[in-house]
């Protein structure tokens, strides 16, 4: 028995997902071609964040202004915003297919503008153009790959989404590692995006479009044919009749709501069953943004550099451990979903990340707090010339310490003998860092040196790890099984929208926050909003594991309240139904 009060399917595990497309292995080709487009989602997520350190070292302006590097990340996830609307209407009207044709088309564009952009708003443009192809691959590939698969392994298929995803962050890491030392380093890193583009768009020409829409759009005979692919020949006529069912019951609700997208959007909104697969839906969309996910992907290398690690391979290699650990959390993802639901995974997902959101935040202000102290004879020794002119100025210099003067827009550049012994403050400049380098010191600009470095980027490791095999793909499960078919798209569409707004408004402002707050302070405000997410979470959302689309919707037709709030007579139905 689930908690929403429907039985189960037949007993669904990661070996089943196995078994099935070993014997099918069709289904593997649908799923792997389609997702893809998960893969170019977490190449461009985790490909800026190594970029970024090397776009500030070319263009002055975006090492000094805090708000162009937010820019530059974030148009992405604006772009995405766009993508993720139109590409919801492109899935009703033309299919899903095309729609992930179209977002391959539109991101190989953003990568190639990217690769030769000579100034950094021609940077701003591409990330638009990737973030369309983005945005409309994102809430394609799972739709596509949940239509094309059996209920029974429908979780683990679509978890292979949510593994390309991380596989591809793993990926931008390794190969903005490779580019480190080559001449173009940030050209290459945003170019190569352009590759998996036009791997998945070739792929795509050859296979079909999903069973679903075909049978809608009353093409039934191109339907059946994919279906005899995919299921066995005894279960063909029963996934039929269910089509058929839901079909029926969309033209019922469109003669009573009209055909038009924005008749779509109005309709699902006065939906009792949609609006509560949107409240679901968007919920487990927000909250996976929130819990500030995507500012460790587009500022990891950033975040290890506020741990006190200064060298930007450093910062990459320690980011790349940190992508592993999230894809290997999807695999984890993959084993469990269908075996332990999506609900209980979020709620696990959850309850970690707010705890060691709550210790990182810890540890990052105690770092703050055990800076090294700023020496005026260290700083004396590069001359008053390199000096950070506030610290000249400054009536309280004695009391100075590391993260005085980062805040202060200057450098610190560490003691020659530790870098945790008292340093000097000096003016950010390249002339400067290089005298600064060249004794064979460590110049820090984003965070200070700390015995506590190590352990933040332990915390930050194992935050991923609570992270990755819930909250990092069972939303895009939910998302795809939770809406009825007539509207999928669009309900797919409204929580990607959701997702992507609340991206945009993180990464905007994440660096904005640790200047304002400190990163301690800002992780602490994420394990906050955390905490109001889970809450959501747990009175919003039902198990929809191992149940078939119509089920889902009788789930939500009946209404959902977890388990503790249901009346005696509620409890006593499940137990019935689940004897």
């Not at 487009?37 to 970024?52: H, K, N, Q, R």
């Not at 640790?514 to 809450?535: C, D, K, N, R, V």
Request: net charge neutral.
């Amino acid at each position: 028995m689930v908690e929403g009060g429907v039985a189960t399917a037949d007993r669904t595990e990661f070996t089943e997902c196995w078994r099935t497309v070993w014997k099918t292995p069709y289904i593997m080709r649908l799923a792997l071609s389609a997702g893809i487009g998960g893969l170019l989602f977490g190449y461009d997520t985790g490909v800026i964040s190594g970029a970024l350190l090397y776009i500030r070292e070319d263009f002055e302006e975006v090492e000094r202004k805090t708000w162009l590097q937010e820019t530059i990340v974030s148009m992405a996830v604006a772009g995405a915003i766009f993508g993720a609307a139109f590409g919801g209407y492109i899935n009703d009207r033309w299919g899903r297919r095309v729609a992930i044709l179209g977002a391959d088309l539109v991101f190989f564009f953003g990568a190639v503008v990217m690769a030769g952009a000579p100034k950094p708003w021609v940077i701003v443009i591409g990330r638009i153009f990737v973030g369309l192809g983005v945005g409309m691959a994102s809430m394609t590939a799972p739709l596509y790959i949940s239509e094309a698969s059996p209920a029974r392994i429908r979780g683990a298929l679509v978890s292979t989404n949510g593994f390309l995803i991380t596989g591809g962050q793993f990926l931008s890491y390794l190969i903005n590692l490779g580019f480190t030392e080559v001449h173009g380093t940030w050209r290459w890193m945003l170019g190569v995006a352009g590759v998996p583009a036009v791997v998945q768009f070739v792929l795509m020409l050859s296979l079909p479009e999903s069973p679903r829409w075909l049978y809608r759009k009353n093409r039934v005979d191109e339907a059946r044919a994919i279906l005899e692919k995919i299921y066995p020949a005894h279960e063909v006529e029963n996934e039929l009749n269910a089509l058929k069912f839901s079909v029926e019951a969309e033209k019922a609700d469109e003669a009573a709501i009209g055909e038009g997208m924005i008749a779509k959007v109005k309709g699902a909104f006065k939906n009792k069953v949609v609006r509560r697969g949107l409240y679901a839906g968007i919920t487990v969309q927000v909250a996976q943004q929130f819990v500030g996910i995507n500012t460790v992907m587009y500022y990891a290398p950033t975040i290890v550099q506020f741990a006190g690690f200064a060298s930007n391979s450093v910062a990459l290699t320690l980011s790349l451990i940190t992508a592993g650990l999230n894809a290997i959390g999807s695999i984890v993802s993959m084993c469990f979903v269908d075996r332990y639901g999506r609900r209980r995974l979020m709620i696990i997902s959850m309850i970690g990340i707010i705890f060691f959101l709550v210790i990182l935040s810890v540890v990052f202000i105690e770092a703050s707090n055990h800076a090294p102290k700023v020496s005026g004879i260290e700083t004396a020794h590069f001359g008053a010339n390199s000096t950070c002119p506030h610290y000249l100025t400054a009536s309280d210099a004695s009391r100075w310490s590391c993260m005085t003067c980062l805040k202060a827009d200057c450098g610190f550049c560490a003691n020659a003998d530790s870098e945790i012994h008292p340093g000097a403050c000096l003016d950010s400049t390249k002339a400067i860092k290089g005298d600064c380098h060249a004794e064979k010191r460590v110049f820090f600009e984003k965070g200070c040196p700390s015995k506590f470095g190590f352990l933040a980027v332990v915390l930050l490791g194992l935050y991923i790890i609570s992270y990755s095999p819930g909250m990092g793909t069972v939303p895009w499960i939910v998302n795809s099984e939770i809406y009825p078919l007539r509207y999928r798209g669009v309900g797919g569409g409204i929580a990607a929208v959701s997702n992507w707004c609340s991206n945009l408004i993180v990464s905007e402002s994440y660096l904005s926050l640790t200047e304002a707050l400190g990163a301690g302070g800002t992780f602490f405000l994420f394990a906050g909003i955390s905490t109001i997410s889970l809450t959501f979470i747990y009175f919003l959302v039902p198990e929809t594991k191992g149940l078939q689309f119509e089920e889902v919707e009788k789930l939500l037709e009946d209404g959902y309240k977890p388990r503790l709030f249901r009346g005696k007579k509620e409890k006593s139905k499940d137990q019935v139904e689940s004897a």
